[in-house]
């Protein structure tokens, strides 16, 4: 972990970093002095370090994992946060019609998108895409009074999509907690944002142009007071007889997502729903995704793959 001290004067910036989920976090913020910052900065660690262990596809000893070992129809006791997340993903996944789905872990592997980086396993994908079970919208069962789950079909929970999103927050609840009212934390790209600057204006976040070749912005995003995710297709791709395929998995058609977006960036109260809410809109498309973010009054930004930009009402940047 490292901490990089900008300024010196107060309220003085400062920035911390650490490893997270395979990827870093980061948590840049304005405080006066008196903060013990090497506690603020173990806190933040820890805070995402148990995310991973309830969260983590990566990790065989992760309370995901224990779940996804259980037999089916067996209950499994699970940690408040884990519960709630998914709690969340499958209210996410009902209100989108099932195009936000955390039970695509055994297509996730087959295809050698998820942790172990294997290749495509062809046998496995023409199995995985015949099963019924991808069919079935009733494939695991929560007891909020226990906290307990259960899978009803033999398919393996992948929280990818949404465990990120949680760990911002978690970074967002430490930050609070500590006292700090002004801050931008975040995860691989996951932000979220509380109070303004030292100079008074939002917080400033890059809008990336999703592109295969280069790293470029389309604009900046200003945050306050919420939080920003995006899911495109041109980052963490896997090559299949030849040709190159996304990351998400479409659960309807139960293989990697093929259709006209390149990119959705959805800002949201709480990264954790910024987060699966850019993975339900992009799988359904611009013309479904775009009608349901208006439904919602989701704050979202599609970009098609020829480079088409079209915003919902209220979302909110800055060239």
């Excluded at 903060?35 to 990790?59: G, I, T």
């Amino acid at each position: 972990m490292s901490i990089d001290r900008l300024a010196s004067a107060a309220p003085a910036r400062r920035a911390f970093n650490g490893p997270a989920m395979g990827a870093r976090w980061s948590a840049v913020y304005y405080a006066a002095g008196g903060l013990d910052e090497a506690a603020l900065a173990r806190r933040l660690q820890d805070a995402v370090d148990a995310v991973e262990r309830e969260m983590s596809p990566w990790r065989s000893d992760s309370d995901v994992e224990r779940l996804n070992r259980a037999p089916v129809g067996a209950w499994t006791s699970l940690p408040e946060n884990l519960f709630r997340v998914i709690e969340a993903a499958l209210e996410i996944g009902e209100i989108s019609g099932g195009a936000f789905d955390v039970g695509v872990g055994d297509l996730v592997a087959a295809w050698g998108l998820g942790a172990g980086s294997r290749s495509p396993d062809p046998g496995a994908i023409a199995a995985l895409s015949d099963r019924a079970v991808f069919r079935s919208p009733k494939r695991l069962q929560l007891d909020p009074r226990s906290l307990s789950a259960r899978r009803l079909a033999p398919h393996r929970v992948d929280l990818s999509a949404i465990a990120k999103g949680f760990g911002v927050d978690e970074l967002a609840r430490v930050m609070k907690e500590s006292g700090v009212a002004s801050f931008l934390v975040g995860i691989d790209g996951e932000m979220r944002a509380a109070g303004l600057k030292s100079d008074g204006r939002p917080w400033a976040v890059g809008h990336e142009r999703p592109d295969r070749e280069a790293r470029s912005l389309m604009g900046v995003l200003e945050l306050r007071d919420c939080a920003v995710a995006t899911s495109g297709n041109y980052r963490h791709l896997v090559t299949v007889a030849g040709r190159t395929v996304s990351h998400t998995i479409d659960p309807h058609r139960a293989a990697p997502l093929d259709n006209d977006l390149a990119s959705v960036t959805v800002i949201a109260p709480t990264a954790m729903a910024a987060d699966a809410w850019a993975t339900a809109l992009m799988v359904l498309g611009r013309v479904r995704g775009a009608a349901l973010a208006r439904a919602l009054g989701l704050r979202a930004v599609f970009v098609t793959n020829d480079g088409e930009v079209a915003a919902s009402e209220g979302f909110e940047r800055a060239a």
